[in-house]
């Protein structure tokens, strides 16, 4: 298989490729087909619907599209590749594209429909977990349509840092609690969360959570449960990032229960960071290359970046953002100075950092009208540099942390090495 390059479908001349690749072939399998794609990159051009695409040098030969529903489920729907790249591995490399992108959106089910008789669609989807849970002639054409779905294990893509984030995800999907409060008071000491779990009519458990990213010793859990038992709470339950012998030994002799790292990591499969929060020196930030031309043909030096907000807001100012310049390049390619971060909704970091912003307003609210918060890190002395690419990275920074990872000072200094030379 050729190099692959996938990535999220957002320019309008990349929407409009959708047509030479679907219609030859859908047209004739499905009714109203071409009047269902426009609709459908209408959506994509607004940001209701998510595609990708995989390109051949500039020719558009896979794609995938997405559409959040109800009840954390989002439907997928023309998974295709053109039939000169079928069968060597371009549906399953594109399909695993977009279930990362459910998970990171925190969609917890993925519904599709094939036609009976697609044998090839049927097993390729069952074989990636799908189930059959219906059958309907869901196109009144007389063909019946397997219905089915996959439930998606859920997987932590926020901050690594955050370990107040990190706790409430645990808790809800994995703890089967519900968080009543963020930050609730009680007894005139402020928590960080209140929960219940709903046994039946007549039974609920009620706790308290706290939580530390530190090595945690017995006070903090002796406060915990103090304020637990005088409040009538049933369960007190610490999260850090490890505990001490004295507060093992008291948990122990009080029901307190203490979940470290290492437990997260045993029951969820979440990796922690590879370096420390107070290690923090700067960032990799993943750009496609025609955003990242521009950024050039703005040609400014100081500018305000927007992005997704899984990370990034424990950046500093005076930190490093390191641009790393997708596929095709696969290279980085310039570096810029923190001078300012901010976390909010969509809608107010538009009317906030919009006009300090390299793209338009339409490039904006498609890429963020789908996401509760978007990240706005404000640049300064943004230099370009001599193309690092992926020969030279890959003893430096696990390939991994390319498509986004904070670094510590170790590596930044490694690549600013690099340049010199």
Known sequence: ?????????????????????????????????????????????????????????????????????ISNTVELKSLFVDPK????????S???????????????????????????????LISNGYKIYGREDL???????????KDLKPLYTGDPFDWEKITKWLIEN???FEVVEEHPIVEQRALDFSIKKVIDEKFEIFGLVEVKD??????????????TMAAGYHIPIFVGRNFKNRSIDFAKSKSVILINEKDIQRMTGWEPPDIKRDEIRGAILPIKPEFYEKILHKNVNQFVYFKGAPFGKFLKKSDQVIFYV????????????????????????????????????????????????????????FKMIEPIGEKK???????KNLSGSYVGIDIIEKLLEIDKN
């Open 214 to 227: 530190t090595n945690v010793d017995q006070d903090p859990v002796i406060m915990l449960h103090q304020k």
């Open 94 to 124: 594109i399909y695993e594209i977009a279930e990362k992108q459910c998970l990171k959106m925190g969609f917890k089910k993925i519904i599709v429909d094939a036609f009976c008789e697609d044998d090839d669609v049927i097993i390729f």
């Open 393 to 399: 990275l890959k003893p430096i920074i696990p390939l």
């Open 326 to 381: 997708e596929s095709p390049r696969k290279e980085i390619s310039a570096f810029g100075i923190v001078t300012e971060v901010s976390i909010d909704s969509p809608n107010i970091q538009w009317k906030t950092f919009g006009k300090e912003s390299v793209f338009n307003e339409e490039d904006f609210w498609r890429f963020a009208r789908t996401k509760r918060e978007i990240l706005a890190i404000k640049l300064t002395e």
């Open 139 to 149: 196109y009144g054409v007389g063909r019946y349509s397997y219905l089915l779905s």
């Open 85 to 92: 790249f079928q069968k060597i591995g371009h549906g399953l």
């Open 174 to 176: 994995y703890l089967g």
């Open 1 to 69: 298989m050729q190099d692959e390059n996938i990535s999220r479908i957002l320019a309008k001349d990349e929407i409009n490729q959708l047509d030479s690749l679907l219609v030859p072939a859908l047209s004739k399998k499905y009714p109203n087909f071409d009047k269902w794609l426009n609709k459908a990159k209408e959506e994509i051009e607004e940001g209701i619907r998510i595609a990708f695409g995989e390109w051949t040098v500039d020719r558009l030969i896979s794609t995938v599209i997405l559409k959040p529903t």
